[in-house]
């Protein structure tokens, strides 16, 4: 027993010297600088994004450059809509969330379905078809609604963004802000940022 103990142990003290070096493999990007720095990767790094059997690439070199805007210009806490996947363990999705702090219209599915699992499923499902909505509708009024629904302060449009939806409802939110409803308060090569004007008058107006 002694014998066969001592070759289970041997082989268990052989994971973290074999396993080190197989999820080092497995980076995005082995140009990422080795740090501490959780978001280091991001300007080395893209990945392809699917959404019903169309695929896009989706580098993260623009989601840095916005993010870290983010990190510097926006006080408190104020929700952020986001483009959402359900393929959230292979997809930057609620990246914008994870690495600002600030609350989103909806996180990862399974996470939200366990961490409130009281609440019936309906509840998740439906935010992110209001996701999905707000992003693909060319409706103006419609995504004032979702807007004023969920206390929306910012949009953000990425890479990511313009991979999960139609162009034309990207595309509204321009026209929104030449209607004087949002503003863009922020823009780099492949990523615009979106101020609310008046959430309030959004509801009142609805």
């Not at 082995?30 to 790094?45: K, V």
């Not at 953000?156 to 929104?176: A, H, I, R, S």
Request: hydrophobic share 45%; glycine share 8%; no cysteine.
């Amino acid at each position: 027993w002694l014998a066969v103990l001592g070759v289970l142990v041997a082989a268990a003290a052989l994971y973290p010297i074999l396993a080190t070096k197989a999820k080092w493999d497995v980076r995005l990007t082995h140009e990422a600088p080795i740090t501490l720095d959780g978001m280091a990767f991001m300007p080395y790094a893209s990945y392809m994004e699917s959404v019903n059997g169309i695929s896009g690439n989706v580098p993260l070199s623009f989601d840095y450059e916005a993010v870290k805007w983010m990190q510097q210009n926006i006080p408190g806490s104020p929700v952020v809509a986001e483009g959402y996947s359900d393929n959230y363990y292979r997809s930057a999705t609620n990246r914008v969330a994870m690495y600002t702090g600030l609350p989103g219209i909806i996180g990862w599915s399974g996470h939200q379905r366990q961490q409130r699992a009281i609440l019936p499923g309906q509840f998740i499902d439906q935010r992110i078809r209001d996701v999905a909505t707000l992003y693909n509708t060319t409706a103006v009024v419609e995504a004032q609604n979702i807007l004023a629904r969920y206390d929306v302060s910012y949009v953000y449009v990425g890479q990511l963004e313009w991979v999960l939806y139609t162009p034309d409802g990207l595309n509204k939110f321009d026209q929104m802000a030449q209607m004087g409803l949002l503003e863009e308060v922020y823009r780099n090569a492949g990523t615009s940022i979106y101020k609310v004007l008046d959430n309030e008058a959004l509801s009142l107006s609805n």
